[in-house]
T-cell receptor
């Protein structure tokens, strides 16, 4: 692994189903982030984690949960998917939560029907 | 509220120069980032400005004026591969990035 990986690449999901998007980084970065990107809007922060064992809410956290059991993994869970959660989801990481550059994974394209 | 404004779309000619502007209003300021995003791909880091002035990196330069809440990204000697969206993002007082919607740059031969 080099950098950040995300799985799945794309997914079509029925409304009401539970879904976990996976994110793994091998750069030993302390901070990790989940964003969603919708047409015509900037990236919006869903949840973040400044270090393993801690998480925080971003701009649009409702309907999503995260965990950070170790440094490398930062899964994002949709407990009961709704069509408005159709989006492209990007995971990112940075060395720290301050002004360090954020590096992005390839993204997961999620469609909720 | 926090706001980042940048043009939705710009068109330029191969070999020319283009300037993409970004204005911002945020709660606090801990630096401004520019990212490049090709269609269907992840954003990749281009530049970071925290002090006023021009930062040059090869064909790309980025300028910042904190008093005016303004930045621009300057791309010289445009190549077809520069066709992409360019994202402006400001780090606020909570060290969270606030993102603009991006400027889609179309390069014509």
């Amino acid at each position: 692994i080099a950098g950040i990986t995300q799985a799945p690449t794309s997914q079509i999901l029925a409304a009401g189903r539970r879904m976990t998007l996976r994110c793994t980084q091998d750069m030993r970065h302390n901070a990790m982030y989940w964003y969603r990107q919708d047409l015509g809007l900037g990236l919006r922060l869903i949840h973040y984690s400044n270090t393993a064992g801690t998480t925080g809410k971003g701009e649009v956290p409702d309907g999503y949960s995260v965990s950070r059991a170790n440094t490398d993994d930062f899964p994002l869970t949709l407990a009961s998917a709704v069509p408005s959660q159709t989006s492209v989801y990007f995971c990112a990481s940075s060395d720290s939560e301050s002004t360090d550059t954020q590096y992005f994974g390839p993204g997961t394209r999620l469609t909720v029907l | 509220g926090q706001n980042i404004d940048q043009p939705t779309e710009m068109t330029a000619t191969e070999g020319a120069i283009v300037q993409i502007n970004c204005t911002y209003q945020t709660s606090g300021f801990n630096g401004l980032f520019w990212y490049q995003q090709h269609a269907g791909e992840a954003p990749t880091f281009l530049s970071y400005n925290v002090l006023d002035g021009l930062e040059e990196k090869g064909r790309f330069s980025s300028f910042l004026s904190r008093s005016k809440g303004y930045s621009y990204l300057l791309l010289k000697e445009l190549q077809m591969k520069d066709s992409a969206s360019y994202l402006c993002a400001v780090m606020d007082s909570n060290y969270q990035l606030i993102w603009g919607a991006g400027t889609k740059l179309i390069i014509k031969p």
